[in-house]
């Protein structure tokens, strides 16, 4: 079944720092951008990283430049934002979406995408 | 604010159609490719629309998608119940090196 599955969400106070994974299956994962995709709680999508398939090209929100950092490991169909110096506003369900060939632009597309994990930032 | 500009909401009644316009500018929509987005309460975006006006497999020709200049339309055609959701419009911005998400439109099966 071609499916994203994310984990590692959770309650984290601010200042504090967790990773999200996401694990890709049923199709060639190397082949594609991967992205996330946040939606705090009663808002709206917000873009928040792109990475392409061979990781030369990243882009970030300038909400988490410098503080959050996407990779990615194709031997293990995986995806991962490392995300340090939480705040508040970083709450949100956090989506792992499937994207399009990308190098100096971004995508324009995101065709699969994961059920999400909450992540809550709260003292 | 949204760089990219959706109505709050829209509706219809069962049958009828309804259209959704999502406004930018020569940097985002104007040079780049638009996707559309649905949805439904409680569960995961789904792809509607890229490159303007192209379905994926599986969705029905009842959605349709078009883009003039630095606007696009996303169209639903014999409303369904099923279709009350939030649609969302998506593109790349060439100057802030983003991808944008438009605020979501509501719509409303009367």
């Known amino acids: 079944e071609v499916q994203l599955v994310e984990s590692g969400g959770g309650l984290v106070k601010p200042g504090e720092f967790l990773r999200l994974s996401c694990a890709a299956s049923?199709?060639?994962?190397?082949?594609?951008?991967m992205n996330w995709v946040r939606q705090a709680p009663g808002k709206g999508l917000e873009w928040v990283s792109s990475?392409?398939?061979?990781?030369?090209?990243?882009f970030y929100a300038d909400s988490v430049k410098g503080r959050f950092t996407i990779s990615r490991e194709n031997g293990k169909n995986s995806l991962y934002l490392q995300m340090n110096s939480l705040r508040d506003d970083d709450t949100a369900v956090y989506y792992c979406?499937?994207?399009?060939?990308?190098?100096?632009?971004?995508?324009?597309?995101?065709?699969?995408w994961g059920q999400g994990t909450l992540l809550t930032v709260s003292s | 604010q949204s760089v990219l500009t959706q109505p709050p909401s829209v509706s219809a009644a069962p049958g009828q159609k309804v259209t959704i316009s999502c406004s930018g500018s020569s940097s985002n929509i104007g040079n780049n490719f638009v996707s559309w987005y649905q949805q439904l309460p409680g569960t995961a975006p789904k792809l509607l629309i890229y490159?303007?006006?192209k379905r994926p497999s599986g969705i029905p020709d009842r959605f349709s998608g078009s883009k003039s200049g630095t606007s696009a339309t996303l169209g639903i055609t014999g409303l369904q119940t099923g279709d009350e959701a939030d649609y969302y419009c998506?593109?790349?911005?060439?100057?802030?090196?983003?991808?944008?998400f438009g605020g979501g439109t509501k719509v409303t099966v009367l």
């Open positions: 979406a499937r994207g399009p060939f990308i190098a100096v632009t971004g995508p324009n597309w995101f065709d699969l």
């Open positions: 990475i392409s398939s061979s990781s030369s090209y990243i």
């Open positions: 998506g593109t790349w911005d060439n100057n802030l090196s983003a991808a944008l």
């Open positions: 490159d303007n006006n």
């Open positions: 049923g199709f060639t994962f190397s082949g594609y951008s």
